[in-house]
Nanobody
C-alpha cells in the first residue's frame, strides 16, 4: 500500500505562483511514476504532469507546459508541482497519484494510489 498526502493549495490571483507537495509513504520507490491530476467543478479529472524513472523524466499536458514544473525529492519521498503564471482556468482540486511501476502513464485507471486532493483557486 502507498499513502499520499497533498498540501500547498490555496487562493491566489491570476499570475501568482503556488507549490503543491505530495508526501508518499508505504511501499513505493522514488522511480515509480507519480503524477498530478486535477478536477474542476463539473468536469472530469484530467492529467496534469508526471515524473518517473531513475532520471526523473517528466511529461506535461500542453496547457500547463512552460508554466508548471513537476519535481521530486527522493530523500523526503515527496513530489512537488510548482505552478507559475496561474490562470483562472487552473482552478481545480489537485490530486497526487502513484503507481508501482517506473513507467509513465497519463490515464486515471493506470494509477492505483491517490491522495485526498488540495484545492487551488485562481481569481481573475
Amino acid at each position: 500500500q502507498v499513502q499520499l498526502v497533498e498540501s500547498g493549495g490555496g487562493l491566489v490571483q491570476a499570475g501568482d505562483s503556488l507549490r503543491l507537495s505530495c508526501a508518499a509513504s508505504g511501499r513505493t520507490f522514488s522511480s515509480d511514476a507519480k503524477a498530478w491530476f486535477r478536477q474542476a467543478p463539473g468536469k472530469e479529472r484530467e492529467f496534469v504532469a508526471v515524473i518517473w524513472g531513475g532520471r526523473s523524466s517528466t511529461y506535461y499536458r500542453s496547457s500547463v507546459e512552460g508554466r508548471f514544473t513537476i519535481s521530486r525529492d527522493n530523500a523526503k519521498d515527496t513530489v512537488y508541482l510548482q505552478m507559475n503564471s496561474l490562470k483562472p482556468e487552473d482552478t481545480a482540486v489537485y490530486y497526487c497519484a502513484a503507481r508501482s511501476l517506473p513507467i509513465m502513464a497519463v490515464t486515471i485507471s493506470e494509477y492505483a494510489y491517490w491522495g485526498q486532493g488540495t484545492q487551488v483557486t485562481v481569481s481573475s
